[in-house]
């Protein structure tokens, strides 16, 4: 099993970048998986989920109508759509999957996940 994350970079407030995350091993639809990040001097914290077999996201208050969290099953990958960053938003972003499904509070607890990628760094300059 396999997470492979990419897609961050530096770009300035307002601006926008995509995280791609190609999962190998299990398939995204059959998982609960999503995103977490962890900013400089700061505790590792959700930003958004997708449930296996769900539709619906679920994300943190702080990204709610500014973040997008997407999957493509035939490719295998989800995505999470990040508009309107702030310096706020600079972090290294991990993709994160387990193939139980979760109850939605227990998203934000990092030990509900069992497979991650290697993280992402994106940087937002004001």
């Known amino acids: 099993v396999q997470l492979q994350a990419s897609g961050g970079g530096l770009v300035q407030a307002g601006g926008s970048l995509r995280l791609s995350c190609g999962a190998s091993?299990?398939?995204?639809?059959?998982?609960?998986i999503g995103w977490f990040r962890q900013g400089p001097g700061k505790e590792r914290e959700g930003v958004s989920f997708?449930?296996?077999?769900?539709?619906?996201?679920v994300y943190a208050n702080s990204v709610k109508g500014r973040f997008t969290i997407s999957r493509d099953n035939a490719k295998n990958m989800v995505y999470l759509q990040m508009n309107s960053l702030q310096p706020e938003d600079t972090a290294i972003y991990f993709c994160?999957?387990?193939?139980?499904?979760?109850?939605?509070?227990?998203?934000?607890?990092?030990?509900?996940?069992?497979?991650w990628g290697q993280g992402t760094e994106v940087t937002v300059s004001s």
């Open positions: 994160a999957a387990t193939k139980r499904r979760k109850i939605i509070s227990a998203l934000w607890d990092i030990s509900s996940f069992d497979y």
């Open positions: 997708l449930r296996n077999r769900d539709s619906s996201a």
């Open positions: 091993g299990f398939t995204v639809l059959d998982s609960t």
